[in-house]
């Protein structure tokens, strides 16, 4: 469509006289048969027509490091307590699960299906969302034995985290809650609404191993059983 | 042996910089300016002030990095600066090399000039017709110079005056050498 713009014919179609007042980009219209699929509305390039794929899919870890950091500063500013900032931090990581979300299902499922069981969603997210946002397939995934609405997402070392410090009187704050919120929005668009913690287990081996608890729904466990 | 800054940028690229996913970091800035038109209500001028805020703070400490990974040589002049800062800095963090080009008579303005921006991919300003003309989506990147040169010793003042978000051709942010700032010897010092 992008061609017919070198030919600016004089004329101007009947079909289009109001769109004639549009700024710069005159209306590219013909009327003969050989032409009938220009396009007669004028056509800036917006961001739908830019290529999925970037050039360089790859950022330094700093730049991601020190943007989280300004964040994680910029939220201990306006709230009141450790609840609070692990509910903001979510949030900022809701609004990027929304989108990363979009972007991992067109590219990395090629079958085009939706995941439709519970199981088979973890495990797109602990291997598709995971691998493709921060580098490595999770560690583990477990589900709890005595609740049947909880399972948990291991991450030995998650990234958001590997350059944050947590002053000791802090200590029950989790900065991965950005992470959990990218979870939950991942849950949330794929109709699995449910609510994601991230807790921290540091172990000798992993100081920053990270659970990250997925409680789902009322909803989605009764439609789990009828599905059984 | 690497010689020209261009050369030395992607030498350090390739070996010594740890690498995450692109989309991670500019959603993540999404959803800080996003955040950040909410908690001020669509203010765009103040929103650009605490982006220019932010920045600073990152690049007062963005700059140990750099040094750390480039390990170039001091600049003599401000051209050299302006070299480093594109060929180098903006390779190591970003992964882009903008032009510089512009410069002022007096050698103490310079532009530059993004063909791509990381930060602002799958971006859309919002339609509310103030945002078009007030808000610099990018304009953490001027904070980051003005933090970073300034602690080496380099005041210099940077804003964008053209950008790609707002309907123009280029993306382009005009750097100024203020001036050249001398070491002050901590009060109480003998």
Known sequence: ?228 | MARTPRQVGEEVWKTRVEKVNAELVTLTYGSVVAQLCKDFGNDYIQVNEQLDKMGYNIGIRLIEDFLARANTSRCRTFKDTAEIISKVGFKIFLNITPTVGNWSQDNKQFSLIFDENPLADFVELPDDGKAVNELWYSNILCGVLRGALEMVQTQVEAQFISDVLRGHETTEMRVTLIRILEDEMPVGDD
Not at chain 1, 8 to 23: D, I, R, T
Not at chain 1, 38 to 62: F, G, H, M, Q, W
Not at chain 1, 161 to 167: E, F
Request: proline letters at 6%.
């Open chain 1, 1 to 228: 469509m992008l061609q017919n713009r070198s030919s600016y014919p004089a004329q101007q179609s009947a079909v289009a006289p109001s769109l004639a007042s549009s700024s710069e980009k005159s209306i590219p219209t013909s009327l003969t048969p050989s032409s009938l699929r220009t396009v007669t509305t004028p056509r800036k390039v917006t961001i739908y027509d830019r290529n999925l794929n970037r050039r360089a899919p790859e950022l330094s870890l700093a730049a991601f490091a020190f943007l989280f950091n300004e964040v994680v500063q910029y939220s201990q500013k306006n709230v009141k307590g450790i609840q609070e900032m692990e509910i903001k931090l979510s949030e900022y990581g809701y609004h990027v699960g929304q989108r990363v979300l979009e972007l991992t299902v067109v590219r990395e499922i090629k079958s085009g299906k939706r995941e439709t069981r519970v199981l088979g969603l973890l495990q797109f997210i602990n291997t598709g969302i995971w691998k493709s946002v921060f580098g490595k397939p999770a560690d583990a995934l477990e589900k709890s034995k005595d609740q049947e609405d909880e399972y948990m997402i291991i991450d030995n070392d998650p990234i958001v985290n590997k350059y944050i410090s947590v002053p000791r009187e802090m200590s029950q704050l989790n900065c991965a809650a950005f992470q959990a919120g990218i979870v939950e929005a991942v849950l949330d668009g794929c109709q699995f609404p449910a609510r994601v913690t991230a807790h921290s287990v540091p172990t000798d081996l992993f100081p920053l191993k990270t659970v990250f608890l997925v409680k789902l729904d009322p909803v989605v466990v009764e439609r789990e059983r009828y599905m059984r």
